[in-house]
């Protein structure tokens, strides 16, 4: 299963993504009766790991489909960028979720191609 370290190169590789795109570290805050974005220095995201022992699709969908789906705040940083990685033991399983607010066509096939 993950190793604390493991772990920690998760996080450093979700880190570096979201800071090499500007749209990634897109916040929404109400500005004079308008929404404005607006680019964060710092990453914000949310991940979540969890061990899996056995390799069941669903089981990985229904621990995943809450955290991808629920509690979706425009307004609240990180809201709009997701991490999901499943340790299989020998194999992971990763899902990235990021709403269409902050990414788009162009910038998901970077992110496919990273």
Not at 12 to 32: I, P
């Amino acid at each position: 299963m993950f190793l604390p370290r493991c772990r920690v190169s998760v996080r450093d590789a979700c880190d570096r993504r979201v800071r090499r795109h500007e749209a990634l570290r897109t916040r929404f805050e109400w500005s004079q009766g308008d929404v404005a974005a607006r680019v964060s220095r710092q990453p914000s995201y949310q991940l979540h790991i969890r061990a899996f022992e056995e390799r069941d699709f669903d089981a990985f969908r229904r621990w995943a489909s809450p955290l991808l789906f629920d509690d979706v705040d425009p307004l609240q940083p990180g809201s709009l960028v997701r991490f999901l990685a499943a340790d299989y033991g020998d194999a992971w399983r990763f899902c990235i979720a990021a709403r269409h607010a902050v990414s788009d066509g162009f910038s998901r096939g970077v992110m496919t191609k990273e």
